[in-house]
C-alpha cells in the first residue's frame, strides 16, 4: 500500500511538474512570460552542434550513395544491417560487366581478334571491381563509421542534456514566475489591510467584500513566498549544473571536427589508391590491345605486301613462263637462258595441251589476280564491316569467290557470297589454292 501511495505521489508531482513547464512554455511562445537567455557562447556552442549534426547527415547519406549507387541494394544492406545479419554476397557493375564480356569473347572465340580483346577487357573490369569492392570496404570502416557514430551515439546524448537543460529553464522561469506572484500578492495584502473604508455605501461594502475575498486567495500565494525562494534557489542551482555539464559536451565538437577531419584524410586516401589502381589496369589493358592490333597489322603485312612493295618486285624481278616443250627441245638448249645467267628471271613450266597452246597458271598473290581472267576461292583473314552498300562485310575464317572487275581500285575486288556481291579489301584476303 505504501509502495502504491509513493507511486501515485511521484506520479501526480511529475504531472504537475509537466504542467507546470507546459504553462510556462505556453506563455513564452505568447509573450506573456520572461525567458531566461543562455549565455552567448553556450548559444554559439548549441548552434555549432546542430550544424554539424546536419552536415554530417548529408555528408555520410551522399557518400552511401557514391559507394553504392543502386538504392535497391542500400536498402537490402540496411535491413540487413538492423537485422544484424550478413547481407549475400553479389558482383558490383564492373565485376559484372566484366564476367559478360568474358563470356562473350569465349563465345565469340579467344583465337580471334575481337574475341580475345573482350577477355582482356573483362579481366581489366574484374579487377576494377575488385577494387571497387575494396574501396566500399575502406570508406565504409574508416568514414563512415566515424560520422555514423558521431550522430547515433554523441550528438544523441548532447540532444538529451539539451532537452534537459530546456525543462531545467523552464523549472527556473516557472520557479521565478511563482515568486513573482506571491510576492505580488502580498504585497496586494498590506495594501488592503492598511486601507480603511468610510461611509455606509452598499457599493462599498460589496467591493470591500470582493477586495476581502480576492486577498484571502492571494494570501494563499503570499504564504508561499518563503517556498518559492527556496525552489528558485534550488531550480537555479539545477539549471546552472545542466549548463555546466552541456557546455562540457558541446566543447567537444572542436574534437569531434579533429577526429573527422582524420577520418576525411583516409577516404581520400583511399579513393586516391582506388583511382590509380583503375588507371594502371586501364593503362595495361590499353599496351595488350595496342600489342595486339600491332601484331595482327604485321601479320597482315606479311601475308600480304603493300602495292608500293609490289611494284618494287615487279620492278626487280620479270616473270617468264616457259611452255615445258620449249624447255624440252634439244635443238635449242643453248638458246635456253640458265638461271645462274639470268638471276632475276623466275622460270615456270607451263602446261601444255596436245596441240601445243600454253596455259598460264593461276596467280601467286592477291595483286596478281588483276591481270588473272577467272575467280577465286579466298578465306577472309578478319572481319570486316562494309562502310557502304556497294561493300560486302566480311567475317572471319569464311571462305568467299573473289574476281577482278575493270576499272577498280588497286586494293579492292569483286566478292561474292552466295547471293551478296559487293567489293571487298584484298588485305583482308588470303587466295585458296
Request: proline residues 3%.
Amino acid at each position: 500500500m505504501n509502495i502504491m501511495d509513493f507511486n501515485v505521489k511521484k506520479l501526480a508531482a511529475d504531472a504537475g511538474t509537466f504542467l507546470s513547464r507546459a504553462v510556462q512554455f505556453t506563455e513564452e511562445k505568447l509573450g506573456q512570460a520572461e525567458k531566461t537567455e543562455l549565455d552567448a557562447h553556450l548559444e554559439n556552442l548549441l548552434s555549432k552542434a546542430e550544424c554539424t549534426k546536419i552536415w554530417t547527415e548529408k555528408i555520410m547519406k551522399q557518400t552511401e550513395v557514391l559507394l553504392q549507387p543502386n538504392p535497391n541494394a542500400r536498402i537490402e544492406e540496411f535491413v540487413y544491417e538492423k537485422l544484424d545479419r550478413k547481407a549475400p554476397s553479389r558482383l558490383n557493375n564492373p565485376e559484372l560487366l566484366g564476367q559478360y564480356m568474358i563470356d562473350a569473347g569465349t563465345e565469340f572465340g579467344p583465337g580471334t581478334a575481337y574475341g580475345n580483346a573482350l577477355i582482356k577487357c573483362g579481366e581489366t573490369q574484374k579487377r576494377i571491381g575488385t577494387a571497387d569492392r575494396e574501396l566500399i570496404q575502406t570508406s565504409a570502416l574508416n568514414f563512415l563509421t566515424p560520422l555514423r557514430n558521431f550522430i547515433e551515439g554523441d550528438y544523441k546524448t548532447i540532444a538529451k542534456e539539451r532537452k534537459l537543460l530546456q525543462n531545467k529553464r523552464l523549472d527556473l522561469d516557472a520557479a521565478k514566475t511563482r515568486l513573482k506572484k506571491a510576492k505580488a500578492a502580498e504585497a496586494r495584502n498590506s495594501q488592503l489591510n492598511s486601507a480603511r473604508l468610510e461611509g455606509d455605501n452598499i457599493m462599498v461594502n460589496f467591493s470591500y467584500m470582493l477586495n476581502f475575498l480576492h486577498v484571502k486567495w492571494l494570501k494563499i500565494w503570499a504564504e508561499e513566498v518563503t517556498k518559492s525562494e527556496q525552489e528558485l534557489r534550488i531550480t537555479q542551482s539545477e539549471f546552472d549544473r545542466q549548463a555546466e555539464i552541456t557546455r562540457l559536451l558541446l566543447e567537444g565538437i572542436s574534437s569531434t571536427h579533429a577526429h573527422h577531419l582524420r577520418c576525411l584524410n583516409d577516404f581520400v586516401e583511399a579513393q586516391m589508391t582506388y583511382y590509380a589502381q583503375c588507371y594502371q589496369y586501364m593503362l595495361d589493358l590499353q599496351k595488350q590491345l595496342g600489342r595486339n592490333q600491332l601484331d595482327d597489322e604485321r601479320g597482315a603485312a606479311k601475308h600480304f605486301p603493300s602495292k608500293e612493295e609490289h611494284v618494287k618486285k615487279a620492278q626487280g624481278k620479270r616473270v617468264v613462263c616457259f611452255p615445258s616443250s620449249y624447255l624440252c627441245n634439244n635443238n635449242q638448249t643453248s638458246a635456253t637462258p640458265t638461271p645462274s645467267i639470268l638471276p632475276n628471271v623466275i622460270v615456270c613450266s607451263a602446261m601444255a595441251s596436245t596441240s601445243g597452246l600454253v596455259i598460264t597458271p593461276p596467280p601467286a598473290n592477291l595483286n596478281d589476280i588483276k591481270e588473272y581472267n577467272g575467280s577465286r576461292k579466298a578465306r577472309v583473314l578478319y572481319d570486316y564491316d562494309a562502310a557502304n552498300s556497294t561493300e560486302l562485310s566480311l567475317l572471319a575464317d569464311e571462305v568467299i569467290t573473289v574476281f577482278s572487275v575493270v576499272g577498280m581500285d588497286s586494293d579492292w575486288l569483286m566478292g561474292e557470297r552466295g547471293n551478296q556481291k559487293g567489293k571487298v579489301p584484298i588485305t583482308y584476303l588470303e587466295l585458296l589454292n
